[in-house]
């Protein structure tokens, strides 16, 4: 992997959903729906070769997705 991990998390008690870099404090983007903050984190993990992680309103994971030249078939 090459850039940061984008992680969806909730913000303002899931009623919006920001895009974060991984170790950062800071928010990248917020959004209106999980959707679009979804669409806008694949963006940049595809760009950058890294990870998504989308949180749940609950912050548990919920769904990872990788983009970058992960090995097939795994080693391991």
């Known amino acids: 992997m090459t850039g940061k991990n984008q992680w969806v998390v909730p913000i303002n008690g899931g009623d919006q ?43 548990q994971i919920r769904e990872r997705n990788s983009y970058g030249d992960d090995p097939f078939p795994p080693k391991g």
């Open 17 to 59: 959903w920001g895009v974060r870099g991984e170790g950062n404090e800071r928010i990248t983007s917020i959004h209106d729906t999980q959707r679009e903050a979804i669409d806008r984190a694949r963006g940049i993990a595809v760009n950058q070769q890294s990870e998504l992680l989308i949180q749940g309103r609950d912050g």
